[in-house]
């Protein structure tokens, strides 16, 4: 069973500061989603990464996806308030039609 | 542009009560999920759908049935309700299945049983 494991499983940081989120697994993953989810709300796609040591930038948020294919990092640069909420990562069970969710990094960003 | 719509959003029930937690997507994806949130943990992946007539099991089956009659539809029952199937229930709805299409996700139903 393929298995996505987040760290850290919590982080509190000050505004401005820079944080990285990780996204593991002993398995091969034909590509990977992160998702952010607000309070009272359902997970939204941020980004798609497909090819091994592919490096996708959205605004100050940078991720990268491993050169094996195993697992991925989500960069965030100077971090504001409005970045706070759970970060998932997900990618397809191999040969099946369902996803596998990582076990989530909750972020909260002070002003 | 509604995307995945579910219903109720809030529901308290009591052990041994019945339920129908409702799902609808007007974007004409083939495939269909239902997930459930603990909370601080991440999605647990319930039953899904590659199309109308077609379900499957996913990893915390028990105690829950779907039906898929309808492209848009993807309701799931609850039979008997316990106070483990309290949590978040979100549905998902993607339009491919080679893995790199967005799921998209509808706004949950709390349910809580007491």
């Known amino acids: 069973t393929q298995l996505l494991e987040q760290s850290p499983q919590f982080l509190s940081i000050q505004e401005g500061e820079n944080l990285t989120v990780y996204c593991n697994s002993s398995s091969v993953f034909s590509s990977l989603q992160w998702y952010r989810q607000e309070p009272g709300e359902g997970p939204v796609l941020l980004v798609t990464?497909?090819?091994?040591?592919e490096v996708k930038k959205l605004k100050r948020l940078t991720f990268q996806f491993g050169d094996a294919r195993k697992d991925s990092s989500l960069h965030i640069t100077a971090a504001q308030p409005g970045d706070t909420g759970l970060y998932l990562c997900a990618g397809p069970d191999s040969g099946t039609y369902k996803y596998i969710f990582g076990t989530g990094t909750r972020l909260k960003v002070l002003a | 542009n509604a995307g995945v719509t579910q219903t109720p959003k809030f529901r308290i029930l009591k052990i041994g009560q019945s339920m129908t937690l409702q799902c609808t997507q007007d974007m004409n994806h083939n495939y269909m999920y239902w997930y459930r949130q603990d909370p601080g943990m991440g999605l647990k992946l319930i039953y899904y759908?590659?199309?109308?007539?077609?379900?499957d099991k996913g990893e915390v089956p028990n105690g829950y049935n779907v039906s898929r009659s309808t492209t848009e539809d993807f309701p799931l029952r609850l039979e008997l309700a316990a106070p483990s199937q309290t949590s978040v229930y979100f549905c998902?709805?993607?339009?491919?299945?080679?893995?790199?299409?967005?799921?998209?996700f509808g706004d949950g139903t709390r349910l809580s049983i007491l």
């Open positions: 759908s590659v199309g109308a007539g077609i379900t």
């Open positions: 990464v497909v090819t091994g040591g």
């Open positions: 998902a709805s993607v339009l491919g299945g080679d893995g790199n299409q967005p799921q998209h």
